[in-house]
C-alpha cells in the first residue's frame, strides 16, 4: 500500500504519536462547489479542525499518487483544474495505473483514509438510494463502503434527492450503525429532520469514541454513520428547498443525466435555483461537521492504547 501513498509529514507524524487526525473528501472541492467558494470552504474546514486541536487530512489523487494531506497549492489545485475525475472505489485502480488526477467521494476517501490508519472522516453528505432506485439500482457505492471500511463519518445526513428511508434500510441491512449527534432524527442535510429516527442518539465526542473503540476491537467491521444536523440558523425551509430538488430531479430526467454526473448536476442546478442559498447552507453544514468530528477524533485519541 505505502508505495502509492504519499502521507503528508505533519500528518504522518500526527499519525506515529497517535495524535488526532480527521479525514476530508475532495470531491465536494472538485465536484460538489464552485470556484472560490470551494477553496474557500476547505481552507477553512482544515481551519476549524486545528483549532479544536485535530490535525486535517484532505485526500485526494493526484498523478496516480494517493495523497493523505495536502498543501495549500494542492487544495487550490483541487479547487480549480478542470478534469479532475470523480473517483470512487471502482476508478481507483485505472486513475492511479494511469497517473492521473482524482477526487475522492466518501467511499473512496474512506478507503485511502483507512489505508492510511485514519478513523474519523468528515463530509458533507453521504451519497445514498436515489428516488426510484428500486428501479434503476442508482445506490451510491458509498453505502456499500460502510459495510467495508473501519471509518467513522460525520455527515449531515443524506440530502433529500435521495429516499432517505431507503438509504437507511440499505444501511441496516449491512449491520451499519447510524448515530445521531444530539439528535433523534436523521437530519436530510438542508434542513434538521428528515421524518426519519437514527438508531442512537449521542451528545458528546467521548460518547461517540466509546462506540468506535468497542465496534473496531471486537472486529465488527465496517463504517458508522454520524448524522449532525445543520445549525438552525443556517437551515433552509424544507418546503423551499424540497420544491427545488423535485424541480431538479425533474431536469436531471429530462436531460437524461445519469451515472457519477447525476450528484453534481443537483448540486450545481439546485445552487442556481436557490439563489445561492443552497450552497451557503452546504458551506455551514460543513463547518459544523467540522467541529464536532474534531472533537470525535480529540476524544477517540485519548481512548487508544
Ligand atoms: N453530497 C454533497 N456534495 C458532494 C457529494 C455529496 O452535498 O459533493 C459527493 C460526495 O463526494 C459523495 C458523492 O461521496 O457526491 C456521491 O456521489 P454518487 O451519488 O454519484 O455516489
Ligand atoms: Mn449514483
Known amino acids: 500500500m505505502k508505495k502509492y501513498m504519499e502521507i503528508h509529514p505533519e500528518v504522518k507524524k500526527a499519525l506515529e504519536k497517535g495524535?488526532?487526525?480527521?479525514?476530508?473528501?475532495?470531491?465536494?472541492?472538485?465536484?460538489?462547489?464552485?470556484?472560490?467558494?470551494?477553496?474557500?470552504t476547505a481552507r477553512e474546514v482544515e481551519k476549524i479542525i486545528r483549532q479544536r486541536g485535530a490535525v486535517p487530512a484532505t485526500?485526494?489523487?493526484m498523478k496516480g499518487r494517493l495523497k493523505i494531506g495536502l498543501t495549500e497549492e494542492e487544495l487550490m489545485y483541487f479547487a480549480t483544474e478542470k478534469g479532475i475525475l470523480k473517483t470512487s472505489r471502482r476508478d481507483i485502480p485505472y486513475i492511479t495505473a494511469n497517473k492521473k488526477d482524482g477526487a475522492t467521494t466518501v467511499a473512496s476517501t474512506m478507503i485511502l483514509a483507512g489505508m492510511a490508519g485514519i478513523r474519523v472522516f468528515v463530509t458533507?453528505?453521504?451519497?445514498?438510494?436515489?428516488?426510484?432506485?428500486?428501479?434503476?439500482?442508482?445506490?451510491?457505492?458509498d453505502l456499500m463502503e460502510f459495510s467495508k471500511t473501519d471509518m467513522a463519518v460525520i455527515c449531515a445526513g443524506a440530502k433529500s434527492i435521495l429516499d432517505i428511508g431507503l438509504t437507511l434500510e440499505y444501511l441496516e441491512t449491512q449491520g451499519v450503525p447510524v448515530v445521531g449527534f444530539k439528535t433523534e432524527s436523521f437530519p436530510a442535510?438542508?434542513?434538521?429532520?428528515?421524518?426519519?429516527?437514527?438508531?442512537?442518539?449521542?451528545?458528546n465526542g467521548m460518547s461517540m469514541a466509546r462506540i468506535m473503540k468497542d465496534k473496531w476491537e471486537m472486529d465488527l467491521k465496517g463504517g458508522i454513520v454520524i448524522g449532525n444536523p445543520i445549525?438552525?440558523?443556517?437551515?433552509?425551509?424544507?418546503?423551499?428547498?424540497?420544491?427545488?430538488?423535485?424541480?431538479?430531479?425533474?431536469?436531471?430526467?429530462?436531460?437524461?443525466?445519469?451515472g457519477k454526473e447525476v450528484t453534481p448536476f443537483l448540486l450545481s442546478h439546485l445552487k442556481e435555483a436557490t439563489?445561492?442559498?443552497?450552497?451557503?447552507?452546504?458551506?455551514?453544514l460543513v463547518y459544523n461537521n467540522a467541529r464536532v468530528g474534531a472533537d470525535i477524533a480529540v476524544a477517540y485519541a485519548t481512548l487508544k492504547d
Open 19 to 40: 495524535n488526532p487526525v480527521v479525514a476530508l473528501e475532495s470531491t465536494i472541492i472538485s465536484h460538489g462547489m464552485p470556484y472560490p467558494k470551494n477553496l474557500e
Open 59 to 61: 485526500i485526494g489523487i
Open 124 to 141: 458533507g453528505g453521504i451519497g445514498g438510494v436515489h428516488r426510484g432506485g428500486q428501479n434503476t439500482l442508482d445506490i451510491s457505492a
Open 189 to 203: 442535510f438542508y434542513t434538521r429532520e428528515s421524518g426519519y429516527k437514527v438508531d442512537y442518539q449521542v451528545d
Open 231 to 258: 445549525p438552525r440558523e443556517a437551515e433552509l425551509d424544507p418546503k423551499f428547498i424540497n420544491d427545488a430538488i423535485e424541480k431538479a430531479i425533474a431536469l436531471a430526467e429530462e436531460k437524461g443525466i445519469q
Open 275 to 284: 439563489k445561492g442559498r443552497s450552497l451557503d447552507a452546504n458551506i455551514e
